[in-house]
T-cell receptor, first 114, second 112 residues
């Protein structure tokens, strides 16, 4: 069985300050992990993915995430928030190299204040 | 934009009716997955089709069924609609199962 828990349902930051969105996972095998972003009225977009290579994963738009097996975490960070980062973010776990049962977290809504 | 299209964008049905949602996959993709996203929740995996065969199913009742056509487009059918079926239905396509999924914008279904 596999699942993810997103620890914050809502995060609010000021523009230019760091972003931290937290995700813990549970998996009975070495998982693949993803972060997706969902802007209003748009489809989900992949930000980054971990598939058992480097533990620090760099994604698009300046986001990165670190896989920590000892803490079963895969937190998403960005050094400096931009207004366009305001959206819903989902942490996702799946079996390695197999996307036919991806488990999404409940989501974290990121608000960016001017 | 991902190249994955879904129709219709919005749909209103009444309890007990049947609905068909459609998805056109991105060019070159042979795998389509369907997800249900209830309001305020993350998407939940319904099922996946790979080269016209079902290739995995989530915890959804049999009244949720699907189909994939030779051109790899796909349909999601839901029979005997219930109020709790109101949600955003997302489809995602990929080239085979190990690879990145690309999501469409979704169909918003409202059941009254």
């Amino acid at each position: 069985a596999q699942s993810v828990t997103q620890l914050d349902s809502h995060v609010s930051v000021s523009e230019g300050t760091p972003v931290l969105l937290r995700c813990n996972y549970s998996s009975s095998y070495s998982p693949s992990l993803f972060w997706y972003v969902q802007h209003p009225n748009k489809g989900l977009q992949l930000l980054l993915k971990y598939t058992s290579a480097a533990t620090l994963v760099k994604g698009i738009n300046g986001f990165e995430a670190e896989f920590k097996k000892s803490e079963t975490s895969f937190h998403l960070t960005k050094p400096s928030a931009h207004m366009s980062d305001a959206a819903e973010y989902f942490c996702v776990v799946s079996r390695p190299y197999n996307n036919n049962d991806m488990r999404f977290g409940a989501g974290t809504r990121l608000t960016v204040k001017p | 934009e991902t190249g994955v299209t879904q129709s219709p964008t919005h749909l209103i049905k009444t309890r007990g009716q049947q609905v068909t949602l459609r998805c056109s996959s991105q060019s070159g993709h042979n795998t389509v997955s369907w997800y249900q996203q209830a309001l305020g929740q993350g998407p939940q995996f319904i099922f996946q089709y790979y080269r016209e065969e079902e290739n995995g199913r989530g915890n959804f009742p049999p009244r949720f069924s699907g189909l994939q056509f030779p051109n790899y487009s796909s349909e999601l059918n839901v029979n005997a609609l219930e109020l709790d079926d109101s949600a955003l239905y997302l489809c995602a396509s990929s080239f085979a199962t190990p690879n990145e999924q690309f999501f469409g914008p979704g169909t918003r279904l409202t059941v009254l």
